[in-house]
C-alpha cells in the first residue's frame, strides 16, 4: 500500500503517518516512512533520538549533480530529468524499530513550479517509491503536494488529508481535495485530528463537504508529552494509537 498523508501544517499529520507506520510494522509489513515535508518533523515522531545524520536528499548537492548530470549551485543549464533513483532508498534509508525512513526536504529556489536539478530528483523518487517500491510506503506530505506529479498519484492507493476542527484547516483540506483532483488522484479521505468532543466531530463532518471521514483523534496529552521525551508517538501514547488502529482497519479492508 502507498499513502500519501497531507494537511495543513501543524494539525497532526506527522502523528497520523508515523503511528501508522508502526500499525503496519505490527502486521508485518515492511514499511517505509517518507518525509516529504520541508518542515521535517516524521523522524522524531517515529522516535529518531538522533537526527544529526539524517539530511534531506534536496540538500546531498554532490548526490543531485551526480545523477542529474548538473552542476552544484546552477541553474539554466541542461541537466537529465529521468536520473537514477531505484538504488537510494536501499543505500540512504535508515531504520528505527524496524521501520526505514528517508527525508527529501524542499527545492527552496526558483518558485513552487521550477524545473531545476533537485526538483527533478525528488519528483523521480517519489515515483519510484510509489510505483516499483515492494513495501508499505508512508509519505508525510507538504499541504501543496510538491513532491507529486500526475504519473505518481496512479499509484498511490489513498491520500488522507489530516484536519483539526476549525475553518482554515477545513479549507486546506478542501484545497488538497481539489490539487488531489487536478492530479487525478482519485482516493482521498479525511481524518480529524485535535477532537475535544462529538462537537469537534460534528463540525468536521459538516465542513468537509464529500470527502469520506476515516476517523478522529483525540486531543490527547501523552501525544505532546511523545514529542517533549523525542520518543514515538506510538509508545508514549495510547489513544492515538486505538484512534489510528481503527484507521488502519478502514484502509487495509476499502
Known amino acids: 500500500m502507498k499513502l500519501a498523508v497531507s494537511g495543513k501544517g501543524g494539525v497532526g499529520k506527522t502523528t497520523l503517518s508515523a503511528t501508522l507506520a508502526y500499525l503496519f510494522k505490527e502486521h508485518g509489513s515492511k514499511v517505509l516512512a517518507i ?6 518533523n ?3 515522531a517515529l522516535g529518531f533520538k538522533d537526527l544529526t545524520g539524517l539530511k534531506p536528499i534536496s540538500e546531498m548537492t554532490e548526490l543531485v549533480a551526480e545523477r542529474t548530470g548538473s552542476n552544484p549551485g546552477t541553474y539554466g543549464t541542461f541537466f537529465s530529468i529521468n536520473p537514477k533513483v531505484d538504488d537510494l ?5 535508515k531504520e528505527i524499530n524496524g521501520i526505514r525512513f528517508m527525508t527529501l526536504g524542499g527545492v527552496k529556489k526558483g518558485g513552487g513550479g521550477c524545473i ?3 526538483s527533478v530528483l525528488l519528483k523521480s523518487l517519489v515515483m519510484n517509491l510509489v510505483l516499483n517500491r515492494d513495501e508499505v510506503v508512508i509519505m508525510d506530505m507538504e499541504a501543496g503536494l510538491e513532491h507529486l506529479g500526475r504519473a505518481t498519484s496512479t499509484g498511490v492507493d489513498a491520500l488522507i488529508v489530516v484536519t483539526e476542527p476549525g475553518q482554515r484547516s477545513l479549507e486546506t483540506a478542501r484545497i488538497v481535495k481539489k490539487l488531489s483532483g487536478d492530479l487525478g488522484l482519485k482516493k482521498v479521505y ?3 485530528n485535535k477532537v475535544r468532543n462529538q462537537s469537534d466531530k460534528d463540525f468536521i463532518a459538516q465542513n468537509v463537504g464529500s470527502i469520506p471521514i476515516l476517523g478522529y ?15 514515538a508517538v506510538f509508545e508514549k501514547s495510547p489513544e492515538a494509537v486505538e484512534a489510528c488502529r481503527e484507521i488502519y482497519g478502514k484502509l487495509v479492508n476499502r
Do not use: K
Open 190 to 192: 479525511v481524518v480529524g
Open 217 to 231: 483523534i483525540p486531543m490527547a496529552d501523552s501525544i505532546i508529552d511523545a514529542d517533549r521525551l523525542g520518543a
Open 89 to 93: 532508498p536501499d543505500t540512504l534509508a
Open 35 to 40: 518525509d516529504a515535508d520541508p518542515d521535517a
Open 42 to 44: 516524521l523522524a522524531g
Open 116 to 118: 531545476c536539478p533537485e
